[in-house]
């Protein structure tokens, strides 16, 4: 069966070149890098030139970086790093409503510690109003988290007006990265962040590592207590191959990301016209053109999502309803109520997240197959009567 | 694989499909934390229940116990339906994820609800206990 | 030159087996195990594979298993994840003196958040005796942790009598079995322990990636907030190939786990037994026979086990001094002082741990080099001015 | 490398390594933290060292920088040795890793030492203060 992989939000094949960087870090160069041994030092030089290369890539030095297991990882410990080394200066954290949940339910758990979080509202496009961030500022906030690319719609959030105001009200400043590195530019200083979580798995790297941003001065508590590596950040053996790889995918996606995002937006225009021409009543949820280049999502008028899904599923491509994590789940996206969007439309969205694999055939066989499964569950619904909108 | 391949045949193909002309009862139920929709049919002789369509909007475990619940009704009284629960929806589909028990929930409701109709219109509404339901999700 | 690994304990190569096993999950089954679509459901199916071969290995069942990043990650989960669960109940833990920083910190960490936490003590061996375990028992005792086999020593705990201990007081009892697994038997049932902390590096398996194990309806609070991962105990994309790699891990060593510990037994006893012979004044650390088949720690009289350790790797030799994550702190083997070691030959102290790559020419190797080695620090040494014992 | 090229250097091939016959001056030092020990013997004619001798107890770090300060000591007078500080010793080694940098304090102690034993039995004693270190580890 011809399989089409549009899922890429949720994870991304490894780059060839990233697994051969990988692979002799697994049984020959295979040292504990905290061993003093020739073992233990080719294993630290190799981490350490990983460390530049992440580093290089968001414009950070070496020393501000740790290598966590992955997003999620860096997301706790960034928030939850600062908000305990902070406790004593105040107890109030700004976020916005379509954070990942990585980042929304570690803001929960704080404020069951005594935390209080302001979620920010967000438009119709998903976007966080930089006044709305200036005027949640309370003296006792100590930490902004707004997230920069939103996986689920793409949208691209004003991080560079909302860092300016973090640092003038000398906040510290987190962003989860974790959509937008590797297909936008993401510079910390530039952005003027403190804290930046980022995935390898997201951009052609392995799963299971990551990195969290730090800058300099900027104290954080570490999550697990152990060994000391990582500067004390971050206990536990390094996984050594893991950030090799990630090393690596900084490295190839600082080299490609311009030409690559300008295919992936021809490519997601393709499949956006042709879906706005093939299938009737359906409608873009993110914003028109502030948005990553490789994210559509769409509402399908009187269809469920998942049922969508399993449909193409069946013709061998992948989407996403939303986020991978919350599927399984009965709640509909967060991020999509937030945006104001009707509870059926938003129960009736599909995310297409391309990669650097799909080409115009992937695009048009999707184009091929969509209306007829977008009709055959519209004859099942009882909304859809007419081609006019939902009842 | 997420789904039984009984789930996922009933999804693929599922019967009964379409508004009923005429219905002698019409269920119309709806899931407020999921936001499926599922509206049942049934046409009834002598008691008994020869015909069952389903229109659904939801996910592929509510098109599928739609699609089988349909299908178990055809054939059964009206004493017989009415004893058909969410769990026995749920065995005939070879099992349901945890998370998408609520489906055959909402197929029973449908179909209770559905000669919940046919009786006030035929003036025989049952009591509230007897549409009671079993949720194991 | 001739490179001879002698730190297996710190970490081993990845048995190209279950390289082989892995690769298939970085480029061609690489989808995220959370999403609903094709990709997704094989890189699930491939997840819950691995994780019966992890329980059956450690006699446990599938949904007792719990990945993480590593064995640091498993002994914070467990642990905090225990604490916390059962604050309401009590504040007691009782630990040994002797456990891995990943334990130790834990335990010092949760002293300063309001937990009280007994450090039992050793005996010259290293052995804890279940009696002071009984003994430390008070009302308000939430858990016991106490590691199965150390990582200096290689001396193994009387697991079985504690385990008993537990269960008739009915406390929760939690074992770091991260250097044991895949060297001696460990079955939890056996143990009687409701959680057990294992890490893939260790034992021939990729970096990055661990297990825990937690007994059926032994409740824990998450370290990591964020999707609805592994049943809600560890949030975060699955690290697929890692974990497909501990799988297969465990599949290997419980195939050759008998064998290969035959044949380490009898290699480092001709290195122990090579080494008295050769050098003066060198003793054994550790249980003389209730010890892993792989580790060896003697103290040199007179020589400190730095200048040691580097002098054998210019002979391309590595071997550790204690555990590797302590190396570059200046404190003394926190092991060999609760164990009574003198402390200048605790300073003195080197750790052989053995593994499956290793030939009796790579012991014999090391014995031709060693002593004249000894000797030379020694001269150096202000110590060692005879043949006798030090100063 | 855990270590530059130069402490390896030293500590493969480390000078005026032993004891030494009838020194005009012993230091002994130690540190309490790492266990870590020095023995640093001087001649002195003259005013001036002509030779130093050490025996250590210690790391790499430890025994690179005994052999170090012992090189660098020769042929100055005392005025100048008391000048040479545990950094001037770290630097002559192209730099330490900043948790070995406290061996350098130990070379400087251990020749501080010395040189006071050797004015101690020649009836001339420091104060306190001149011989206080500079510690960056
Ligand atoms: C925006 C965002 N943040 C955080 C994460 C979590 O990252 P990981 O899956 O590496 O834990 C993801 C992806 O799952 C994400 O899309
Ligand atoms: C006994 C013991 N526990 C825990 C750990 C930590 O495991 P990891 O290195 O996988 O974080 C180690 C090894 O470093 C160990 O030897």
Redesign the pocket.
Same mark, same amino acid.
């Given at each position: 069966m011809r399989r089409v992989y549009l899922d890429n #939000?949720?994870?991304t094949p490894v780059h060839p070149l990233v697994l051969e960087a990988m692979i002799p870090f697994f049984k020959e160069t295979f040292g504990n890098a905290s061993s003093v041994h020739y073992f233990g030092q080719q294993a630290k030089k190799a981490l350490e030139e990983s460390r530049e290369k992440v580093a290089a890539f968001i414009g950070a030095k070496a020393g501000e970086i740790v290598f966590t297991?992955?997003?999620?990882?860096?997301?706790n410990l960034a928030i939850k790093g600062v908000a305990y080394a902070n406790r004593a200066k105040g107890r109030h954290i700004i976020t916005s409503s379509i954070?990942?949940?990585? =980042?929304l339910n570690v803001c929960k758990q704080l404020e069951k510690k005594g935390f209080e979080v302001t979620y920010l509202p967000v438009n119709r496009y998903g976007e966080v109003s930089p006044e709305s961030v200036e005027d949640a500022i309370r003296p006792d906030t100590i930490l902004i988290t707004v997230?920069h690319? #939103? #996986?689920e719609v793409g949208t691209l959030q004003p991080i560079d007006a909302i860092g300016k105001i973090a640092k003038a009200r000398q906040i510290l400043f987190h962003t989860?990265a =974790?959509?937008s590195v590797g297909k936008v530019p993401v510079n910390v200083d530039s952005f003027n962040v403190d804290l930046l979580?980022l995935?390898?798995?997201?951009i052609y790297g392995p799963?299971g590592v990551?990195a969290l941003y730090v800058r300099r001065g900027t104290r954080i508590l570490p999550l697990f207590q152990g060994g000391h590596h990582e500067r004390r950040r971050r206990a536990g053996t390094e996984n050594v191959p893991g950030v090799v790889g990630l090393g690596r995918a900084c490295e190839l996606a600082a080299e490609n990301m311009d030409e690559e995002a300008g295919k992936l937006l021809a490519l997601m225009d393709r499949l956006q016209s042709g879906l706005e021409r093939k299938v009737e009543d359906v409608l873009l949820n993110g914003h028109p053109t502030k948005r990553l280049p490789n994210t559509l999502n769409m509402s399908f008028a009187g269809v469920e999502g998942e049922s969508l899904l399993l449909n193409l599923d069946m013709e061998g491509i992948a989407v996403s309803t939303g986020?991978?994590?919350t599927s399984g789940t009965l709640e509909p996206s967060h991020v999509l109520s937030a945006m104001g969007v009707d509870p059926q439309l938003a129960q009736g969205s599909l995310r297409f997240s391309l990669g650097r694999e799909n080409t115009e055939e992937d695009i048009d066989y999707v184009l091929a197959v969509i209306s007829d499964i977008v009709k055959r569950l519209r004859a099942i619904s009882p909304f859809y009567k007419s081609s006019s909108s939902p009842s | 694989m997420l789904y039984s391949e009984k789930v996922m045949e009933h999804f693929r193909n599922p019967r009964n499909v379409g508004q009923m002309e005429n219905p002698d009862g019409i269920g119309h139920v709806g899931n407020p934390i999921c936001g499926d929709i599922m509206e049942l049919y049934i046409k009834v002789e002598d008691g008994k229940i020869v015909d069952a369509r389903f229109q659904t909007f939801g996910c592929g475990a509510a098109i599928a116990t739609s699609s089988m619940v349909t299908e178990m009704v055809k054939g059964k009284d009206i004493e017989e339906a009415l004893r058909i629960s969410n769990k026995a929806v749920a065995e005939a589909l070879d099992g349901l994820p945890p998370v998408k028990m609520h489906c055959s929930v909402l197929a029973e409701q449908a179909l209770k609800s559905a000669i919940e109709d046919y009786l006030k219109k035929s003036g025989r509404a049952k009591t509230k206990e007897e549409t009671e339901v079993d949720d194991d999700g």
């Open positions: #939000n949720a994870t297991s992955g997003g999620t990882e860096s997301d954070e990942h949940h990585a =980042v997230m690319a #939103n #996986n989860d =974790v959509q979580s995935s390898s798995h997201k799963k990551g986020s991978a994590c | -």
